[in-house]
């Protein structure tokens, strides 16, 4: 039991320290066979409730409770920052990989644009190989046909059909055609070599070294004159 000194109310409960009417620090436990002082009566003009206890505990515990606090508003602080930072840095790494990732596209799309322009080229250079392979070919086959007419059926002279035969040689006997043709013309007469399947009156697939055509009445005076050249001339009409 503990007792007030200064108005010696006693107190049953033991972990009380202060006297609740006037805050007075409470005795030890009380003893009947220990006496003790009773101090002299204060004066004083207020009353006992008007007197407020000088108690530090409850000053203590509120700066305890604020103390928690403040650590939770701490912490809340830097898990925002934290989490702020986390955001950012997440976004910067979504950027960068959006921002590889069309670097990537752009290199592949520029790629199959080279590609396909290499493929172009090439193309274009196998066709222009194989059209001079073909002007090349060309002349060839002009020197070997040279005064060969092209492959038609050629309209009705209103002049003459009558041609004098001077030499007819098979398709692939070109050469020995120019020989003969060459020959006559060496004699100072002119002379042609026509390709028979132009001509309907003609056997086809033939060359013919010829003159004319003329009128009929013409064609018998050439050939006649034209027998100390060749002896075996005739005369035909293509029509």
């Given amino acids: 039991m503990k007792q007030c000194p200064a108005c010696n109310h006693t107190y049953a409960e033991e972990t009380l320290a202060y006297c609740l009417a006037d805050g007075t620090l409470l005795s030890t436990p009380h003893h009947p066979e220990i006496t003790h002082r009773i101090p002299a009566s204060r004066a004083t003009n207020s ?3 008007e007197v407020l206890p ?4 409850p000053a203590r515990h509120t700066r305890q409770g604020r103390k928690p606090l403040l650590v939770y508003i701490v912490i809340g602080s830097l898990a925002l920052l934290a989490g702020a930072a986390i955001g950012a840095w997440v976004r910067s790494s979504s950027d960068t ?11 592949a799309s ?14 274009r250079l196998e066709r222009g190989r194989e059209k001079t392979v073909d002007e090349g070919k060309k002349p060839e086959a002009k020197n070997s046909e040279s005064n060969s007419p092209a492959t038609r059926r050629l309209p009705q002279p209103s002049g003459g059909t009558w041609f004098v035969i001077l ?10 055609a120019n020989e003969r043709l060459q020959y006559v013309q060496g004699s100072g007469h002119d002379a042609t070599i ?6 309907p009156g003609f056997k086809g697939s033939l ?4 003159m004319g055509p003329y009128a009929k009445s013409a064609a018998k005076s050439v050939a006649a004159q034209m027998k100390s050249v060749r002896s075996d001339v005739y005369i035909k009409s293509g029509w």
Avoid at 54 to 57: G, H, K, R, T
Avoid at 194 to 199: K, L, R
Avoid at 207 to 210: K, M, R, T
């Fill in 110 to 123: 520029s790629l199959t644009s080279q590609k396909e322009s290499l493929q172009e080229e090439q193309t």
């Fill in 207 to 210: 060359w013919a070294v010829v």
């Fill in 97 to 107: 990989s959006s921002t590889a990732k069309g670097e990537v596209t752009s290199k």
């Fill in 194 to 199: 026509i390709d028979t399947d132009n001509y």
């Fill in 167 to 176: 030499g007819s040689y098979p398709r692939n006997d070109h050469e020995k």
């Fill in 54 to 57: 000088s108690n530090p505990s």
């Fill in 47 to 49: 009353s006992p409730a």
